[in-house]
Antibody
Framework: QVLLQESGPGLVKPSGTLSLTCAVSGGSISSANWWTWVRQPPGKGLEWIGEIYHSGSTSYNPSLKSRVTISLDKSKNQFSLRLTSVTAADTAVYYC???????????WGQGILVTVSS | QSVLTQPPSVSGAPGQRVTISCTGS?????????VHWYQQLPGTAPKLLIYGNSNRPSGVPDRFSGSKSGTSASLAITGLQAEDEADYYCQAYDSRLSGSAFGGGTKLTVL
């Protein structure tokens, strides 16, 4: 059973940088999988942010690409999300997940609410 | 506006059958990319319900089934139960995004 756990600040100031980490247990971040971030604004649907392969290759949502960086830390078995120049529109629950069988997100973290406010 | 289109809401009485549609285009479902379905209960993370168009992960009841045809996909739920009341999302790879796309979500109400 693969478990994922998001962590990071729950409050970020406008124009600041949102930084989150996803700790993976029960599986290796070095396995042949993509690892992804998805967000959900309050009361709205899911939005794909981007993903990273175990080799370090990345793919980002074009609407966020200029502001997003996803990275791996194999020594800690975790991956991270960095989103710069945030605004209130970036307020959301952020989920990390593993991209597994048939490229579906088979394991999800519980999510973390990040609010952008001064 | 989502790349994949779902009805905002559907409803049904206990025991009935409901379907949720997911309409895409030639850059996603129509291009042959797999469709996946997720169930999101209130206040919880999404849970994988159907992968690869029609496959159920271990533990998902066979009341849930998925299908795909052309540029659309569908999720069917038979023998509706109160515990099925949730939001449902479809997902597929989109070549124009060069990444994953989600539908806008469908809220299922069990009457």
């Amino acid at each position: 059973q693969v478990l994922l756990q998001e962590s990071g600040p729950g409050l970020v100031k406008p124009s600041g940088t949102l930084s989150l980490t996803c700790a993976v247990s029960g599986g290796s971040i070095s396995s042949a999988n993509w690892w992804t971030w998805v967000r959900q604004p309050p009361g709205k649907g899911l939005e794909w942010i981007g993903e990273i392969y175990h080799s370090g290759s990345t793919s980002y949502n074009p609407s966020l690409k200029s502001r997003v960086t996803i990275s791996l830390d194999k020594s800690k078995n975790q991956f991270s999300l960095r989103l710069t120049s945030v605004t209130a529109a970036d307020t959301a629950v952020y989920y990390c997940a593993r991209v597994g069988v048939a490229a579906a997100n088979d394991y999800w973290g519980q999510g973390i609410l990040v609010t952008v406010s001064s | 506006q989502s790349v994949l289109t779902q009805p905002p809401s559907v409803s049904g009485a206990p025991g009935q059958r409901v379907t949720i549609s997911c309409t895409g285009s030639s850059s996603n479902i129509g291009a042959g990319y797999d469709v996946h379905w997720y169930q999101q209960l209130p206040g919880t993370a999404p849970k994988l319900l159907i992968y690869g168009n029609s496959n159920r992960p271990s533990g998902v009841p066979d009341r849930f089934s998925g299908s795909k045809s052309g540029t659309s996909a569908s999720l069917a739920i038979t023998g509706l139960q109160a515990e099925d009341e949730a939001d449902y999302y479809c997902q597929a790879y989109d070549s124009r995004l060069s990444g994953s796309a989600f539908g806008g979500g469908t809220k299922l109400t069990v009457l």
